[in-house]
């Protein structure tokens, strides 16, 4: 298995670890109750999927391979919660 899958596979075992624990609270305090209604309710067409953060809610500047917007990324990987992911400098 490619070394990028592995850490790939690494990072979702442990942010479904950290669902688990922390969902509620960052999700429902973060996002309004109207959000939340409407994205769990049945879409009508496939093309209509909004992807949020699932620490913030927040929909633009979100990357579909960690489930997280840009910023929650940038906090995670600046604390060194995300395997693989380390601040770029050149």
Request: proline share 2%.
């Amino acid at each position: 298995m490619p070394k990028r899958a592995i850490i790939l596979l690494t990072f979702h075992l442990l942010l479904a670890s950290i669902r688990q624990q922390a969902f509620s609270s960052f999700y429902l305090i973060m996002a309004k109750k109207s959000v939340i209604a409407r994205s769990q309710k049945k879409i009508k067409f496939a093309s209509r999927v909004v992807r949020r953060c699932y620490r913030c809610g927040r929909k633009h500047g979100y990357m579909r391979d960690f489930d997280l917007c840009r910023i929650c990324f940038r906090e995670y990987a600046n604390a060194g919660k995300i395997p693989g992911i380390k601040k770029s400098s050149w």
